[in-house]
Structures are given as C-alpha cells and as structure tokens.
C-alpha cells in the first residue's frame, strides 16, 4: 500500500474539496478550459514559478489557489506575501493577469481573500466558492464589503433612539468588515423591529442577496414571519412582504427567490446533513443541560446550500447554547453574524467577538419608558419550604401523571419529602391550593384601582410557571375553583395540547379570556404578550438567562387604549407588573447557562436530544445507557413492545447495551484492524481509531430517535405520584417581599446622594438646594436636563422606580403621574425637603394656586373676574405640566384657541407681566 506524503495528502483533499464545490480539477497535460464553467489547473506556470492551483472561469482566469500541508494551518498567515505574488505573476500564454481571488488552503483550513475589497482581507471559509458565485462577483461593479462602506444614513424617524443607535452602530460595523456583531437590546425594546430594519436596509442599499434570520423554535420563526409581514419602512409605504420574498422553512426545500429566510437552527442542521427532522426538535430551545457543553455538532460540505448562500445571518435569542452545540453550523456560512439577545452573558461576547454594537439594559429600557418595571409579592408556606411526612400504614391515593388515573394504596414505609419535590413525586393539593388563595386574596392590594363598572374586581392578565404538564392541570383547575370561574377563565398554553396552542395564546394576548394561563416553556421565553401585568412562579428556575427571560415577559409597556382593550378596568397605561414569588424563585442559586460541572446531572430527556442531534462523546452515550437499563425496569409488557416497534426489535436493555459497547476499546482495536486490513505490527493512527469508533456510535444510535424520546417521556408521564391528602398547608407569608423596604431605602439613599453630588453643576439642583428664591426659573429646560444627566449616567435611578420606593417608605397613596418631568420635580422636591412626603406636582401646583388666590383676596386686592379666574386657571394647568409660563406660551394650545396674548392683556393689562412672574414665583412654592 503506498504511502502519501503530507503534501499530496494535503492536495488530494483540497482537490476533492473543489469537485465538491463545482469545479474540473485537471494538471497542465490535460488542459481544456472549456470543460465547464469553473476549472482549476493544478501546477500552472508563471514568471515566479508553478502556482499550485490557477481558477478560471469561464474561459477566464480569475483566481489562485496556495496549498500547503496539513501542519502547516497555522502558518497560512505568513503565506499570504507567497500567494499574492502569484496572483500578480505573468502567467504562461495568458501574459500579465491579476488574479483577483486569492486562496490559501490545507485540505483543512481554508482562507479567502477578494483583492477588489476596500481593505483586502483574508477570511477563513468553510470550503471554496463555487464557479456561480465567482462568476456573479465578477459581474458586480462593487465587492458586497464595499457597498457596505457607503450605506446612506438612518434618519429617525418612527425609531425609538436604543434602536437608532444599534443599527447606525451596525453598520458602521459592517463596514469595517467586522465579521461579528452583537446587538444587546432588552425584552420589549424592539430587538426584531431593529433587525428587520437593518435587513431592509441591507437588501436595498447593499444589494444583498439573501439574509438568514435564524430562530431556535419554531414559535419565535412563526413570530418573526409575522413581523416581517407587518413591517413598513420609513422610505416606502409598501410593506416588507411587498418588496422582498420572505419563506419560513417547513421543509427541506430552500427556495433560490427568497431574500429573507426564517428557519429554525435544527431545520437547517438537518438540510446541511441531508437527514430528516424530528418536527418535535423546533417546539423547544435546544437549551438542555445534556447538550450545553459539548462540542459543536459536525457539518459536511453541501452542495444544495454551499457557504456562500447567506451573506448575512441574524441570530435571535443568541444568548442560548446554540453556538456551543450548533457552532459549525453557524460558522458554515460565509457570512456576518449579527447577534440578538436581551441576556447575553460572557459566552455570547466572546463569540461575538467582543464586538457590542448596542447595549441597552433593561435599566436603561425602564429609565426611558420603552419598558415597565415590577414589583414582588412573596408568597410562603409551610408545606414549600419545609416540605412533609406521610406515615407508614397510612392510606394514599396514587395517581399516574399522564391519564390521571387512580388508585389505593397503604404505604408500608414512611415518606417523609422535600418541597423541591412537590409537583413531581408528590403532589399536595393543599399546597397549590393554598399559594392560590393566597394569590386570589393579594390581587386586590397589588392592583387597589383594578376594579369594573359594575364593582367588581378584575384579575389582571396573569401568566403562571408550572414545573411539569401535570403540574399546570392541578393549577388550572384549582384556579378555577378558587377564583369561582369557568373553563375560558384559566386555559393551559403549551405544545401539549388539544387546542392549536397558536389560538389560545393569540387569545390571551388580545381578547378579554383567559384572564390566567397556565404555562411550563412555551411561552416563558421570546413570546410578546403585552398585557401581562402578572407573573405568578410556582417552579424554580436555576438558570440565570432563563429566569431573567421569563421575567422578561412581563416587561413590556402598553398604552392605556391597548390595556383598555382586555382589561377594561385598567386606569391608564400599564406602569408596572407584579412577580408573584410562591417558590423563592427570587432568591435561588443562579448559574450562567452553559456553567461546567464536575458531576452534571442530566435528565434522560435532555440526554436523548442530545443524541438524537448528534452528541456522540462517550460521557453522554454512558449516562444514556445507564438511565435505559433502569428506566427498562419500570415498563410493562405493552410499553416493551411500543419500545421495539419504534427501534426495530431492540428493547432498552439492548440499547443499554449498544451504547455501553460503543467504548469498548478491545473491540474498536479489533474492528479498526479488521476495517483497514491491519497487521498486529502496525499501529492504528488517531484518524483511524476516530472513524471506526463513529461507526460504532452512529450504529448504537441509530434507534434513538425523537419518537422514542416522545414514547418515554408519556410512559414517565404516566409513572404514579402519591398523592398527600394528609397534610394540610398554611400560608407562613404573604406580601411585597421583605426585602422590598431594605432595596427601598438603598434605592432612596443612592438618589438622594446622585443629587447632592450634582447640587453645583446641575442648575434646577442648585435652585433646589441653594437659591429658593429663584424657583420661578426652574422651566422644563432645566428639568430636562436634569433628567438626562441622571438617565445617563443612573439609570437604575430612573423616576418610575424612584417614585414607588418614596412612595413605600412615606406610606402614601399616590399615582405616579404619567409624565416624566413630572415625576422628577416631585421626587426632586421630596428629596431636597421642599414637601415632607412624596407629593404629585400637579397636586402641589392646585394647592400653591389656592394660597396664592386666597392670599391676594385676604390682602384687599382686587378680586380677580370669573374669566379672569378662568385664564389664570389655564395658567396653573399649564404650570402643572410645563412648570413655567412664559409669554411665548400664550400663542400656543390652550391660550390661542382663547384670544392668547392679546387677550390676557385685555383681560389684565398692564399687570399682565406682574401677574405672570407672581403667579410662576408662586406655583412654583
């Protein structure tokens, strides 16, 4: 058997790359350009000596290929001045050609650089460009990174500014040829608005031809459609749809028309592998502990969707696992990646490459009104946190999960259980019945105002986190009994469903019921439902990007009409949402997703989703094969036989089994000699050894399938709980959190110090503090300003949260006023001692009108006319809102419609002006 050197290795797989990718290989004897569209000829002779491969296409040459061995990856860099020569060279019977595609390659690694772009750079790409796509460069006037170099400036209008800025940030990016991008926008900022812009703006103004908007379940892919339906940009009236083709993929047929494609990462894991799909697979995140750390899946080169399809690939919700598990398949593509994600954390910077081109936090979201903020109500009881006995001889009754069927049963043992297992093993009615009485019985002290026309009080939109499907059917239908309610008061929204699960959430979203779901993942992350107003967490959650998803469903603003719409008695707009904590979800143990552990604990579930997308590493197929061989015990003669028609005749022990073979290394020694006919002398190479064991794994997990996955999880589903009838719960605590006044105070303190250091150079704050007397220069101007710098610079300290913790610890009843400025000359005003509790400003202005009118009435004054009281009336409106009058403001709504200046002067005279500086001096008390 002959043996090849590194170097013809090397050239062997550089040409079997280039046949893959369209192109005739053929040496110098053998030339015929005309062989097909794209040829490369191997050794082609130049004034610098043989070039390893010269490209032409059609008839033209056009390209240069440098290969070097396989060790020698690491020095492409130091190549670059060899291959750039040749692209220069004089070429034998072609004379002097600048060849404008350089290439640098090892059969391993391949790196691509097009001399025409403005800053010539070499990128590594997954395999090389096929003929087609070189051909259709060529025809272009400008490379796509030059037009990107002169894309016209976003006006903003119909933009919100966290949005402005991350796309003008994005295409500065862009043109710099920055190949990664992060766009960090929170929950309800608009992250797929500002994507869906920028996508706009790259087909029409840099003439890309096809963008990918990459999703991980199928709902976000059905949301983002929607999206780019409704969309209208701020230069056509025409909608998105309109002017560009945009295809959802619920197939593997991916149309060549379409310039925006929305598909799930596993949909297009299984077109670059040419295998089928578990629909399944896109219902949830990929997001499993089994999957999160290991090594990306791997992808082959695809002649159907080669790397050069997408130009460009926008990632939503970017912060999950998806680039540590699917990570070929995202760095399959010669594209830009641009990144979207509320939660990011240090994973996603550094595959973005550090590259933030906007950081919006929720903070900053709050502080600026785009999103609401929230409060906690804690609810506790004694059965949650400390859990139960039953004792031994005591009748229970057992209940599978799936059928609800059940049965009696005498324990022989005692069972003494954790809160942590509730919902799962045992199930203690009381407990869920009692968290929801406690819930019933708050509503009306987390919403006062919530009541209808006819008296009575109204439930807020309110979403509930369940632990399991069984968990959320014990919440539904005590919800209902609690709340006195029938069917359409309280419905379950996830996959597991009789009702399309689309409907029911469009319903709760947009019609009046229900008023309560019941959830366990599908809507707990990506999904927009504005009038939520209340999130009830009745399971924990240990992920920290997870939980602050979840929360993030509540975050979104609403204005008063579209409140008004499914909740009629709501009075004004959605300001805040309360987070119901009945499991101590709040105060839990947060990891980072993705966190490594030395002892992981995985679920079977998460570990054949693993499997089944392709994990094969020896620690999951072990762990697999251990949960098979236990779980086989729990089936019954019927469940073995569903087992082994899905399989083809193997029960799990034999799966168990299979996977446990995988390992073994006397038998992969013995098929690896056996494989490529080896003698007991010669060694077996890593390369060889890595092959027959993929064999070996892809064979044992083949049967793995998502079906089965599905069949097990009903067979668990169907597993028996004990039901605990015995122990009834009592509520240990139910109200704001406790630690509420401590955040409170800390929240007050820190406002009040940002003020004081600010008192010099701010200059409503040094009137404030210092000049009283000249109150009356306080306008909107200086508050605006003020409310910027500490927008800027503290925007945890943002009014809305500032505004309840005064109103807390003053123990007042007030209603934050709508307005902003509003807001800040209020809390301003309590901070610097001017009111001695928090005090609306418009309540403050109707009070100093009602001194300064009776005191120029007790100073036998002239008493002011009734349509002289009217204008001045007008005047302390005006002053409630904007602060200040100044004579301009008379030609202006509501003065003008009056008579404006002229009238007033009519009306007043020459006291016209004293009038007007004794009324702003006044006020302004």
């Known amino acids: 058997m002959t043996t090849l050197t590194p170097e013809q290795q090397a050239r062997r797989r550089i040409d079997r790359q280039l046949e893959e990718a369209g192109w005739i290989v053929q040496s110098m004897s053998e030339l015929n350009p005309a062989a097909g569209r794209g040829v490369a000829v191997r050794e082609y002779p130049t004034d610098s000596g043989p070039m390893d491969y010269l490209l032409m296409v059609d008839h033209q040459a056009v390209g240069v290929i440098e290969a070097k061995r396989d060790d020698e990856g690491h020095r492409l860099n130091a190549v670059e001045l060899q291959s750039a020569r040749y692209a220069t060279s ?27 772009d403005p800053k010539p750079r070499a990128r590594e790409v997954f395999q090389f460009p096929r003929p087609d796509t070189l051909a259709q460069r060529l025809k272009e006037p400008e490379t796509l990174r030059a037009r990107l170099t002169h894309v016209p400036t976003l006006q903003p209008h119909g933009l ?60 976000l892919g059905e949301q983002a459609e929607g999206e780019f339906h409704q969309y209208i940009p701020q230069d056509d009236n025409r909608k998105f749809t309109e002017l560009y083709t945009v295809r959802r993929l619920t197939s593997s047929h991916i149309p060549d028309d379409a310039q925006v494609i929305i598909c799930t990462i596993q949909r297009l894991y299984s077109i670059l592998k040419g295998e089928p799909l578990d629909e399944a697979t896109e219902e949830t995140v990929p997001d499993g502990a089994a999957i999160l750390r290991k090594p990306p899946l791997p992808v082959i ?32 593509f010669d594209s830009f990646l641009i990144g979207l994600t509320a939660t990011p954390d240090n994973r996603t910077y550094g595959f973005f490459q550090q590259n933030v081109v906007s950081e919006y936090t929720l903070e900053q979201s709050v502080a600026d009104g785009v999103n609401v903020d929230h409060r906690v109500w804690r609810i506790d009881t004694e059965i949650t946190q400390a859990g139960g006995r039953l004792e031994a001889e005591e009748l229970v009754e057992k209940r599978e999960r799936l059928s609800r069927k059940k049965r009696w049963e005498q324990l022989d043992q005692e069972i003494d259980y954790q809160g942590t297992q509730l919902d799962r093993s045992v199930v203690n009615p009381s407990q869920i019945r009692t968290v929801i009485q406690a819930f019933r019985d708050g509503l009306p002290q987390m919403f006062p105002d919530r009541v209808d026309d006819d008296g009575a009080f109204q439930v807020p939109k309110t979403l509930i986190f369940a632990k399991t499907d069984s968990h959320a059917d014990d919440i539904i239908r005590i919800v209902r009994e609690e709340f006195g309610e029938g069917n359409e008061f309280c419905k379950k929204i996830t996959y597991r469903i009789d009702e399309d699960p689309k409907s029911v959430l469009a319903s709760f979203r947009n019609d009046y019921h229900p008023r309560i779901a019941v959830t366990v993942d599908m809507i707990a992350t990506g999904t927009d439902v504005k009038p939520l107003e209340c999130l009830l967490f009745m399971r924990d959650v240990k992920s920290r990007n997870y939980y602050m998803q979840m929360v993030g469903r509540g975050t979104r603003s609403l204005d008063a009409d579209g409140l008004a719409v499914v909740s009629n008695a709501a009075r004004g707009p959605k300001q805040e949402f309360i987070l119901v904590d009945a499991i101590g979800v709040k105060d839990s143990q947060k990891k980072e997703t993705g966190s490594l552990e030395k002892t992981p604990s995985y679920s079977q579930k998460d570990l054949m989703n693993a499997v089944t997308m392709g994990v094969r590493d020896e620690e999951v197929l072990s762990s697999l094969s251990g949960r098979f061989a236990r779980f086989a015990k729990r089936l019954d003669a019927e469940q073995q036989r569903q087992v082994k028609d899905l399989t083809g005749g193997a029960s799990l022990n034999d799966l168990a089994g299979q996977l446990l073979k995988v390992d073994d290394p006397d038998a992969i020694d013995a098929q690896t000699r056996k494989h490529f006919n080896l003698t007991p002398n010669e060694t077996i190479t890593s390369t060889q050894w890595d092959e027959v064991r993929k064999q070996r794994a892809q064979q044992a997990c ?56 600010h008192r010099d150079d701010i200059t409503a704050l040094t009137i404030y503090y210092a000049q009283p007397q000249r109150r009356a220069e306080i306008t909107q101007q200086t508050i605006a300003a003020l409310l910027e710098s500490l927008k800027q610079e503290r925007p945890r300290l943002a009014p809305v949260r500032i505004w309840d913790a005064y109103a807390a610890l003053d123990d007042v009843q007030v209603k934050r006023p709508e307005q902003e400025l509003a807001q800040i000359v209020a809390l301003v005003r309590r901070a610097c001692g001017w009111d001695d509790k928090l ?11 009602k001194k300064w009118i009776f005191a120029r009435h007790a100073g036998n004054q002239t008493k002011f006319s009734p349509e002289q009281q009217a204008w001045l009336e007008m005047i302390r409106d005006h002053i409630a809102v904007c602060l200040h009058l100044e004579v301009d403001d008379l030609d202006y709504i509501p003065f003008n419609e009056e008579g404006g200046a002229g009238k007033m002067y009519q009306l007043f005279g020459d006291e016209m002006d004293r009038v007007i500086d004794e009324i702003n001096d006044a006020l302004a008390a």
Not at 305 to 328: A, K, T
Not at 841 to 846: E, H, I, L
């Open 301 to 332: 080169y695809n002649a159907r969707i080669p790397p050069e399809f997408f130009e460009f690939m926008v990632i939503d919700e970017c912060h999950r696992s998806i680039y540590n598990l699917w990570r070929q398949v995202l760095e399959y």
């Open 702 to 757: 083949a049967p793995i399938t998502g079906p089965l996955n599905t069949l097990l999880e009903d067979i668990r589903e169907r597993q028996e709980q004990t039901l605990d009838t015995v122990n009834i719960d009592t509520v240990t605590h139910s109200g704001w959190d406790r630690d509420l006044d401590t955040q409170r105070a800390h929240l007050r303190q820190e406002f009040e110090q940002w003020l004081q250091s």
């Open 160 to 219: 919100r500014d966290c949005q402005l800025h991350a796309i003008t940030n994005l295409e500065q990016s862009l043109g710099e040829n920055r190949p990664r991008a992060l766009i960090q926008m929170a929950t309800g900022a608009g992250k797929t608005f500002t994507a869906i812009t920028s996508i706009y703006r790259l087909l029409k103004f840099s003439q890309a031809k096809r963008v990918l908007f990459l999703v991980d379940t199928k709902n």
């Open 90 to 116: 004089s070429l034998k019977h072609l004379g002097q050609v600048a060849l404008r595609f350089v290439h640098e390659a090892t059969g391993e690694i391949t790196r691509y650089t097009d001399s025409r």
């Open 839 to 849: 005090t609306p400003y418009a309540d403050t202005v109707r009070a100093n009108f």
